[in-house]
């Protein structure tokens, strides 16, 4: 097996070239091209041209073996990625903050292809993320325009990124089942999470949670298997016997009859929590435990608990009986977009707006989730209706604005406080008009 350079070695051997220069009376490289080369050089020099790039995960696994296998993961990560799909977009723009109206690159996000609708595609997009670290979105350029027609979701466990060579790191995506057909990397939007093992490119795939958290996974799995064995056998819980005498099973069909009169006198959940009784002296025989007996339950709530820290979200949205009051209900919603679902949504967007809209609708533009769309990120109503009333300096038409309703004719005044009247009338006599003799 050939022995690679790791990377503290190809960036100590960059360094080295870098730092002795300025005391041997040689002026420092220029930050211009021939400097990225030989970055690009010392990094990516092992990595093959024309071929793809080794992933050390096993995503099949995290796939199959985790987020299918453990319900709890299951809970965690899907919640996380429906909500994620729910949210809508807005293009706008960066140096005068406006937003653009039916801005046309919105059309592809809103009608991805013709076999997903805009929830299905994010949601298995977000998916892939949160299980593999990488979502791979092939896109499809309109013809003889700009924007994009159509965007899909690659299976991520079974794409792979080859390399143009230490030049061209990443020049293209390939599926393992395709046969060798390559995707163009313009044509491919790869979002992943960061991934600080470099060995040989394996740095430019993103690294999944579950890497760290697998032995959570494992004993997830022990977990839900031990359980339901305890539940499928439970029976009585114990025998109360008559001593055994020396030699008192002969043959091993003895022996066996034994066993099959045991096991119908005290298997099935009918029997479960029930004493057998045998004749003679006593002796006592415990084989019944429960799942409570066995810290099953206790276990599982604790696996749950580690599953919500990995993937940052507040583990009373999922059942964990501790903190499930109504304020901290309300806080652990505001936590989940904020950790977990926004951070998620922003990673897409982000390499979205840097690879398509900058380039093909302006530097300026760019996208970005509507977060008035989210209800757990609003102050509420009573909250804000407090808030305003104490905010003179806004006009009663800018009030109406923040409550969303239509602003008034009459509206664009400020109120003071006290006696609520239009700031330029303070201070000025009123005439109280005479009634009127009918």
Known sequence: MTDYPTILQRLRQLFRIKAITPFVGVKPAPQDTQSVEMLMRSVYQWVGQGMPLYDDQNDQNYIQKG???????????????????ELRFEVYDERTGKVIENHEALEVLY????LMSREEFFELSYLFQLITGN????TLPRTGGRGLLEMYVLPSQ??????GGWMEPVAGYTLDYRGGIVYPKEQVLHVKTSNPYFNSGSELYGMSPLKSGW???QKANSNQIAA??????QGAVGVLSKEAEANTFTTPEQF???????KKIISGPEKAGKIIAEQGKFNWINFGLSPVDLNLLKDAEATLLDVCNLYHVPSQLFNVSAGQKYDNMETAGRMAYTDAILPLVNRWVSKYTMQYIKPMYGATLRLRPIISDIPELQTSKATQVEWLSKATWLTVNEKRVEMDYEPKPDGDVILVSGSDVPL???GLDRAIPEPQNE
């Open 67 to 85: 987020f299918q296998a453990v319900a709890d993961l299951y809970s965690v990560v899907s919640w996380i990625a429906q909500k994620g799909s």
């Open 228 to 233: 339901k064995r305890a539940f499928d056998t």
């Open 424 to 426: 330029d009338m303070v």
């Open 158 to 163: 079974w794409t792979r990124i080859v390399s």
């Open 111 to 114: 009608h991805p292809n013709p």
């Open 215 to 217: 032995n959570i996974v």
């Open 135 to 138: 979502t791979y979105n092939w």
């Open 256 to 262: 066996e009859n034994l066993q099959q009169r045991v």
